[in-house]
């Protein structure tokens, strides 16, 4: 089993930044691709970003490519997700997810996923 606690969430005006960080315990963290979703009320789940369990492929979805990073520390088993430039369409809950290797984009492929940390971004 893998464990995964996301934080890192808040009220941000638009423009600022916010890191998100997600711990996982349970399994060796290097063998896991690990990835962001997220999901705004009254939203379907939408993802954002994935990266290879070695950190050294990722790929981020188009509408925050330019402005949201994401990143891994292996010795910390943590992954990170970078936003800047947010924009009020940003808001949502944000979820780390973990699967095994293999990119995925789509959440039904990730069994693993934290309980989300809420991102705000007012205008």
């Known amino acids: 089993q893998v464990q995964l606690v996301e934080s890192g969430g808040g009220l941000v005006q638009a423009g600022g930044s916010l890191r998100l960080s997600c711990a996982a315990s349970?399994?060796?963290?290097?063998?896991?691709?690990m990835g962001w979703f997220r999901q705004a009320p009254g939203k379907e789940r939408e993802f954002v970003a994935t990266?290879?369990?070695?950190?050294?492929?990722?790929y981020v979805a188009d509408s925050v490519k330019g402005r949201f990073t994401i990143s891994r520390d292996n010795a910390k088993n943590t992954v990170y997700l970078q936003m800047n430039s947010l924009k009020p369409d940003d808001t949502a809950d944000y979820y780390c997810?973990?699967?095994?290797?293999?990119?995925?984009?789509?959440?039904?492929?990730?069994?693993?996923w934290g309980q989300g940390t809420q991102v705000t971004v007012s205008s």
């Open positions: 349970g399994r060796t963290f290097s063998s896991l691709r």
């Open positions: 990266i290879s369990g070695t950190g050294a492929s990722t």
């Open positions: 997810a973990g699967k095994s290797a293999g990119i995925a984009t789509i959440g039904s492929q990730y069994p693993y």
